[in-house]
């Protein structure tokens, strides 16, 4: 039986692909608890400096199963689409507490929870011909995965709202005009581009990334008294580490660090 999450690691990424390409890698069955658990897996394991979130196919993720929520409307069974939408809100959770960059790498339509559990990663790269959509609304429904909380931070609540009412479709230059995604790749050279970012974080120095993405967070939400401690506190923690006292090193002796080794 195929699985519907991929797992695999390599030179400190991990990379976990919706594997339904069939149904453009739409949530079926147990695919939000097999996505939180790959996560789990990924953020403690130790040899692991990054995480890569893609799809198989040419699509990121379509969302829901559609035919499926057909099926628990002709039940009446709201039971089960709860429990499904507490599984996507833990993973959304998850990815936002990791301690290790996640990416999504947006390889093709990435709409509904899809759209939203891109927005949940701390990056986006897409191909050129990626497309965005928050679909909730054209089969009668609200966002979920966080869509609320998610897109507004990136484009502003006037056009999160119009996003949102309209389920419009947007293409990945005007993602990136927005800011939804980071950068935009040649379908072509994606895979190669997203693996030379990726290598430069699983390269980098694994507790001060893990600072700065807490601290972008916080520093979002929180006002300049409580960013600066913040900062004085990451700072300190930070300042006689090895990986500090690595690139300091590799600095003066003009050179490439080499963080992670032993000292």
Not at 123 to 145: C, E, H, M, N
Not at 165 to 173: N, P, V
């Amino acid at each position: 039986m195929t699985t519907t999450i991929l797992y695999s690691a390599a030179a400190g990424v991990a990379t976990i692909t919706l594997n339904r390409p069939e149904a453009m890698n739409a949530f079926g069955a147990d695919m939000r608890e097999l996505l939180y658990h790959r996560l789990c897996e990924a953020e403690a394991d130790s040899a692991i400096r990054c995480v890569v979130v893609t799809g198989a196919g040419k699509a990121f993720c379509a969302g829901g199963d559609i035919a499926s929520m057909a099926d628990l409307q002709a039940r009446d069974d709201v039971a089960a689409i709860r429990q499904r939408l507490l599984a996507g809100g833990e993973t959304i959770k998850f990815i936002r507490a990791m301690t290790k960059p996640v990416i999504a790498a947006v390889n093709g339509a990435a709409v509904g929870a899809g759209m939203n559990l891109a927005l949940a990663c701390d990056f986006r790269y897409a191909t050129a011909s990626a497309k965005f959509a928050q679909s909730f609304v054209k089969i009668g429904l609200a966002p979920d995965w966080a869509g609320h909380w998610l897109l507004p931070r990136l484009v502003g609540p006037a056009r999160a709202m119009e996003l949102m009412m309209t389920g419009e479709r947007i293409d990945a230059t005007e993602a990136l005009r927005l800011g939804i995604v980071n950068r935009v790749f040649d379908d072509a050279h994606f895979d190669d581009e997203v693996r030379a970012r990726t290598r430069l974080l699983a390269t980098g120095p694994a507790e001060a990334l893990a600072l700065i993405k807490q601290g972008v967070q916080r520093g979002s939400e929180a006002t300049l008294p409580e960013t600066l401690a913040f900062e004085l506190q990451a700072q300190s923690a930070l300042f006689l580490s090895a990986d500090a006292r690595e690139g300091t090193r590799a600095f003066l002796d003009k050179r490439a660090p080499r963080f992670g080794a032993e000292s």
